[in-house]
């Protein structure tokens, strides 16, 4: 078993910056990658950002540009820096870690809003 735990999250303005964090910790072994996804009021959770244990990013299409992901692969800590926020950013972000053989978890999520 593995536990997520996120922080990071809170209100900011539009334009504003916010810095998510997520530390795995319990079975961190064979993790193949992680990442973030969100879920806004209404409507399905998608993916945000994630990054695999060799480095590799991947980012949905809305958020390059202003968001990036990185990794301590030493902590089994992952980051995802968020630029130039926008209203539309405001979700909940959840923490997902994949495993190489394919089982994933959660993290209980962060609450993000952006508002003037």
């Known amino acids: 078993q593995v536990q997520l735990v996120e922080s990071g999250g809170g209100l900011v303005q539009p334009g504003g910056s916010l810095r998510l964090s997520c530390a795995a910790s319990?079975?961190?072994?064979?993790?193949?990658?992680m990442g973030w996804y969100r879920q806004a009021p209404g409507k399905q959770r998608e993916l945000v950002a994630v990054?695999?244990?060799?480095?590799?990013?991947n980012y949905a299409d809305s958020v390059k540009g202003r968001f990036a992901i990185s990794r301590d692969n030493a902590k089994n800590t992952v980051f995802l820096q968020m630029n130039s926020l926008k209203p539309e950013d405001t979700a909940v972000y959840y923490c997902?870690?994949?495993?190489?053989?394919?089982?994933?978890?959660w993290g209980q999520g962060t609450q993000v809003t952006v508002s003037s």
């Open positions: 319990g079975n961190i072994f064979s993790i193949y990658a």
């Open positions: 997902n870690l994949v495993y190489n053989s394919g089982g994933s978890w």
């Open positions: 990054i695999t244990t060799g480095g590799r990013p």
